[in-house]
Nanobody, 122 residues
Framework: QVQLVESGGGLVQPGGSLRLSCAAS????????MGWYRQAPGKQRELVAI???????NYADFVKGRFTISRDNAGNTVYLQMNSLKPEDTAVYYC????????????????WGEGTLVTVSS
């Protein structure tokens, strides 16, 4: 079984910063990529940023220059440094692990965390 646990959300004023973390645990052999998505009230879930096993990154246009995604050397923890936060960044942020190969012989699949709430408000 694979679990993703997010942390670091909270309330921050406009222009402030937050750092989200997501730790993957379980019988993991490898993770192809890890990403962050967000879902604001009444809106669909959207990609924020993704980082591959090789370190390549991709960002949504609305966070370029403000957010930075990174991962640890083991590749099982991903971070999202969020700077210059805006009220429109308010959302539940979800961690996603793409094509997770496990040591128990299960077919590789994607996993999601339960989300962490980020509220940007004065």
């Amino acid at each position: 079984q694979v679990q993703l646990v997010e942390s670091g959300g909270g309330l921050v004023q406009p222009g402030g910063s937050l750092r989200l973390s997501c730790a993957a645990s379980g019988s993991i052999f490898s993770i192809n990529a890890m990403g962050w998505y967000r879902q604001a009230p009444g809106k669909q879930r959207e990609l924020v940023a993704i980082i591959t096993r090789g370190g390549s990154t991709n960002y949504a246009d609305f966070v370029k220059g403000r957010f930075t995604i990174s991962r640890d050397n083991a590749g099982n923890t991903v971070y999202l440094q969020m700077n210059s936060l805006k009220p429109e960044d308010t959302a539940v942020y979800y961690c996603n692990a793409v094509w997770v190969v496990t040591t128990d012989g299960r077919y590789p699949m994607d996993y999601w965390g339960e989300g962490t709430l980020v509220t940007v408000s004065s």
